[in-house]
């Protein structure tokens, strides 16, 4: 169940994200040459170097934003592909490795969330949106707004706090064998959340990039 | 009496009769099954002798008397005699062989012989049949322990081919051994089964015939089977049972008999754990350790040096938290009329609305939700309490066995070593009492069983000679054995020399045995039929000739003696379940998951030792050849992996900690950006209201 729940939700999220890519374009015009595409690909490497313009502290931060995605993917694919691929439970090795990735994804958010979190703080624009929402202002809603991006921030910062507290709980001796088996979904139906909103906030945060470059 | 009466108890019996009748019919006996009454019947009885007559104890030579034809008056004892406790005589490919259970062990130790016996089909254990162990031979060897039928019933045929010449002569002597049912069903505390009055003395004597009499206390017995010559006997079997009881004199005691003859068993439906005790009970040796100051140039060290085991005091252990509770065996341990005894978690029992599947560990304390009755589905039977596991990851009760964490002694670097009472033939007391310390039964060792769960297990080494055809090992009859290589096994002297309870045997010795039993080996016919090969095996090993064969060719001095490991040698095991520890000696009790999870655990990392005879004399002595495993070998997981799981538990406070640390601050930032959020959302609502 939660494999075909999982497999699914990722692929509509995804569906959702090159549907809203090609329906709101970043630049005038969508380049889809092979140049263009090159041009694209390499547009997209570049965003995870650190940029010469940027600050020591900004460096830092945008390194451990890059941490904090890598171990996230580490733990998504340890987490992940063994019940998606395999249909086999998370066990072994890939255990080892994803409770490994876990502290190290922990630190490294908290890091990212401190120092993100007075950037991505709602500001009159989102409440400008907002009001454009419910005046029926609709025009370019969906393709100019910085809430999205900060909106998965937030959102992400808060299921971290299930997904792991729901792990680390249990190896406590807190929770019987019912808590148990209640916290082990807890996780992976947040984790899943979690990774939706994560691509969700990626994708947006990329947008966001391409439009200021 | 009134007339009407009259008719009314005739009618009563004419139903009581027609039912009797309909019970007989349906395979039972009058006196089994239920009619709905708890109290235990009496039995104030007529006791049958093994003639089918009525006992007279006050004949000149009484017969003794038969469990088969006084029981088998009410009770169905062909049913009877298909329950655990008789039917591995007869075990077929089509029924059931059961989860594999403790063996009868074959020991010799002028051979050095220990080999697993199971006619269940069991993997490791050999049927009798393999090795040629006749059912009289077999009697012979483990009748001591034993509630009878079984290999003591089947009748010699002295015109089969294949018949053991000694039973065709001593079984007309000796009778057969029936079922003894007041072995597990008295509860007279006269029930004798191992002083030297009692039923094991019997045994021994190979008075078979007598053995329920004299357990049973009502009289005595002057004369010994084993003893009697056969020339003095009627050659006609039937002649010689009738001679016997005026060599074999039954003297019974009258004051256990009524005016009718009648006699008063003490019988209950559900034996106590007093009677369980004679066959299932086990010992705990306790290993003594000295402590050597080892000094050299360099460094100072204390060697430890297991010295002797000794046997744990007896009022110092504990009973199982069961039956210290007030339970017996039997409350768990139930059977029907088939005496088909339920034996615990493993087998899942189909049972009438759960009240059968629900007779486990698993069943009594957290239910059965497959069952259909609700009181199954909710467990706590006998007020069974409902664990709540704190702490304990789910995948344990998928990987481990409720016994791995409950059951046996504690684990400990080294496995305890045990005695049990079939296989040491614990209980027998005064002047038969044998003191046998092999074989070394190990446990508690963990190993992944039938069931694909890890549980705690009884583990030997088999140690045997025999005969390897290509990858099938059969093990030989030490007497067979000693026919051939006495010398060389040195079986004519008495020596005192012991390394860790066994004779020594040097690899010169297990090499001289070979060539005599592989000069022996009848050589086979045609070129490509493979040449069976004498071989030794123990501790795990196969030891064997090089290539050759001393019977033709090569000369004595050619043959090295070969020793390898071998996919199918390997220890038999068998899971245990008892004695159930309390909780608070459980493993992994208040989040310890050290108990398991650490880089020395006894459950991964314990030393199994591979117990042999094979041993050296050096300088200072003998010296074993002894080996040892990772208890992990036996689980079927990866060592290496293991190893570093357990690794990292050692910073599992660290990341746990850490995590939560981190959960903490980013809690903190989340709550200080909603109270902003608020601060700013009342400032605009207030802003808006004052313009
Ligand atoms: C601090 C963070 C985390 C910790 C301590 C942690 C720890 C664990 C542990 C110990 C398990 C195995 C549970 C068991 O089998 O009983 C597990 C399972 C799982 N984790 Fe995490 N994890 C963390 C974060 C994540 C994240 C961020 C994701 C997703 C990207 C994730 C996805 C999963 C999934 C899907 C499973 C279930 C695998 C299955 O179905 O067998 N975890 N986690």
Redesign the pocket.
Known sequence: M?AIISIWSIVIVLGLVVVHWFACPVGDKRDLSFGGLVRFKVHVLTMFFLGQKLSLVGKLKKLVYMVTLLC?LI??LT??V??LICGV??SGYT?MI??TF??V??VCAMIAIVGYAQQCRFTREELDWVVRLTTCKWKGLLCNSALGGKLTFWLGAILILP??LS??SSMYPIFGTHGQEIL?EL??YC?LV??LVAICHVYLVMRAKFKVD | MEPRANILIGLAVVVMLVGSAKAATAGKGIGDGNDGNRSEPVHVITLYDDLGNELKPGEEFPRPVSMKNTCGKCHNYATISGGWHFNSCRVKPEEKDGRIGEPWVLRDSGTRTMIPISNRGWEGAFRPSQINLSSWQWLKLFGTHYPGGNYGEIQVDPDSETADPEAIIRQPISGLYEINCLVCHSADGRQDQGSPDGAAMQVARQNYRWVATVGAGLGTVKGTASAVDEFSMPIEPDQAALKIVEKIKTTYDSGKFDTENKVFFDIVRQPSAQRCYFCHSTQTQIRKIEQVQIESESEKKIEEHEVELTEELDWVSDEDVHLASGLTCTDCHRNGDDHMITRGDIEHEEGSMGAISTLSCRGCHLGDETADAEAAQKGGRLGAPHPKHPGI???HFEELSCTACHSGPMPTKEPTIMRTARIHKLGLHGKHAINLPLPHVMSPVFVRGQDHKIAPHKMFWPAFWGIRNEEEFTPMLPEDVAFLAEEPLQLTIQSEDRINDWRPLTTEQIKQTLLAIQADLPQPEGEDVAVPLAVYVAGGKIYQLSEGNPATENTEAEFELVAAEHEAIKPYSWPIAHNVRPATQSLGVGGECGDCHSTDSPFFFGQVAMDTPVAEQGEEGWAQQTETRNMVSFQDIDETYIGWFNWSFVFRPMMKET?LLCCAVIAAVLLLYSLRALRCLAKAVSDECQS
């Open positions: 939660f996230f733990l998504f987490g992940f063994p019940r439970p998370l255990l994803h409770a876990a502290p994804f922990a997904v792991a792990m680390i082990f996780h992976r984790a979690l990774v | 990851p789910t995948i995590v």
